[in-house]
């Protein structure tokens, strides 16, 4: 096979992620024009640094990669207000509050209260973790990269992506558990309740 064939090949595969490169980039900047604009620099950035990618590996990973680390050096410094787009599907939020369920420690009160909740609910959650929570849980959940994959992404150990994944998804069950307090769907332990005015105590 000559070079150009090689090349040929690249973009070919390359492209054929485009759509879900979309898909995550527009949960990174929930923007649209942001998230195109973002797919557009990562495609710039592989087909510039081709020749860095071994032939045989996860191209899609490698692709991925790309995109978070423009993110992070992009749009992430310029933290603008996130914005949702009508864009976002369904399914993928409906996967992020399965995940919300995947924290062990729940008691059937507060499963059934999760379950009361709707997919408004969810976004609200889940856009309000941070990037990098957001991101792992995202990955992980949504995209169903394994952990090796998701460090790579994210150019973390990992053992930190384990814990973010984790930590991610139970502060993912906590906040939706807060709104279905605030709509009367759950009552909080009185421990519970007692631990937070502490908390708003301490922080006056």
Known sequence: MTEMDQGLDFEVEALSYMDQLYAAALRMTRNPADAEDLV??????????????????????????????????????????????????VEDWQLASAAAHQSTGLTSAEDAALDALGDDDVKRALSELSDDFRMAVY??????????E??????????????????????????????????????????AKAEEVSRGEEAV
């Not at 790309?66 to 992070?72: G, K, V």
């Not at 995209?143 to 090796?148: I, L, P, Q, R, W």
């Not at 930190?160 to 807060?178: A, I, N, P, Y």
């Open 150 to 191: 998701i460090a790579e992404i994210m150019d973390t150990p990992v053992g930190t992506v384990m814990s973010r994944l984790h930590r991610g998804r139970r502060m993912l069950r906590e906040k939706l558990r807060d709104y279905a307090a605030e709509r009367g769907f759950y009552e909080r332990p009185k421990d």
């Open 139 to 148: 990955l992980s959940d949504v995209e169903g990269f394994a952990y090796k």
């Open 40 to 89: 557009q620099e990562t495609y710039a950035k592989a087909f510039k640094a081709q020749d860095k990618f071994t032939p045989g590996t996860n191209l899609k990973a490698w692709l991925y990669r790309i995109q978070t680390n423009a993110f992070i050096n992009t749009y992430r410094k310029k933290q603008r207000e996130p914005k949702l787009s009508d864009a976002e599907t």
